[in-house]
């Protein structure tokens, strides 16, 4: 991120991020021309302002064009799918690829020109796996680094939020930002799928009939399951960024990582730590789609990103805690 983008998209923000009256900034952090802002704080910053600081990141992080081609870039991929796919059933044709693959691309592919919602879970198992965290791998990345490289961040912590709080809420844009992208994909695909496609009653993979609106709910409830399974790629990126003054270093490094753990995933002879992998269990969405739900590798990947978010999350509030901003 250039400094002069970042200057653009701190504007008007100037309100948040100066310093209250009576109320001390971070330790050791430039305040203004010679004056360096003591240790004791008179008092802390109000949840009010802590909510104004994470509107500010929200809207800073979705104005800028590298977010808003990210999404649109993610939007495009379930009409591309699901042009190629009417493009292919054009003739009467039923698409092949309809096993019962537990990896629930193929089986949910094979149902789109049947049922339009399918596309849904066509378009989340196409873009999960390099795709969405890769543009979470981006956004997060760039948390800090970006802020750093551009000269923002001592200024940001003039305000009185302090490293603890100012990291919460950049992880928390992050995680929105999870739950946006992913929704976007969703829509799109919903949408594309009712133009293109018939909708209504759906098979599951069990074999049984659910209603159409029973299959919107399994939809919402899949894709939350996708953007959760994204916390802990978010929490990675996060303490990347903490390690370097470089935006484009900290997101490079995070998609580098993306790569190398999916790659790791596919080789056999790892498979007794592939459980461990953020990655290993992202697929698991498909088992809503099962009647009855079968919730035990959903369980494992919640649980998985919810320590990958506790350990590199701790990780990055030791490193930027301890973080000479002034260097």
Known sequence: MSRAEAQDDRAGESALTAPD????????VVAGPGVVAGRGAVRSPSPLWSLGLFRSELLTTFRRWRTLALLAVLAAVPILVGIAVKIETG??????????????GPAFISQISNNGLFLVFTALAATLPFFLPMAIGVVAGDAIAGESS????????????????LLLTKYATVITFCLAATLVVAVSALAVGALLFPVGDLITIS??????????????????????????????GLFVSTLTGSGIAAMATTVGLLITVQILDQIPQLDALQPYFFSHYWLSFADVMREPVYWDDLVK????????????GSAAWARFTTKDITA
């Open 21 to 28: 009256p009576g109320v001390v900034t971070d330790p050791g």
């Open 91 to 104: 003739d009467g044709s039923s698409l092949g690829g309809g096993g019962g693959g537990g990896a629930g």
């Open 150 to 165: 551009a000269g923002t961040l001592r200024y940001l912590l003039v305000a009185p939020a302090g490293r603890s709080r």
């Open 207 to 236: 074999g049984t009939r659910i209603t159409y609106a029973e299959g919107l709910g399994r939809a919402l409830l899949i894709a939350l399951v996708v953007a959760a399974s994204l916390v802990g790629i978010a929490a990675l």
């Open 301 to 312: 990947n919640l649980g998985l990103q919810a320590l990958y978010a506790a350990v590199f």
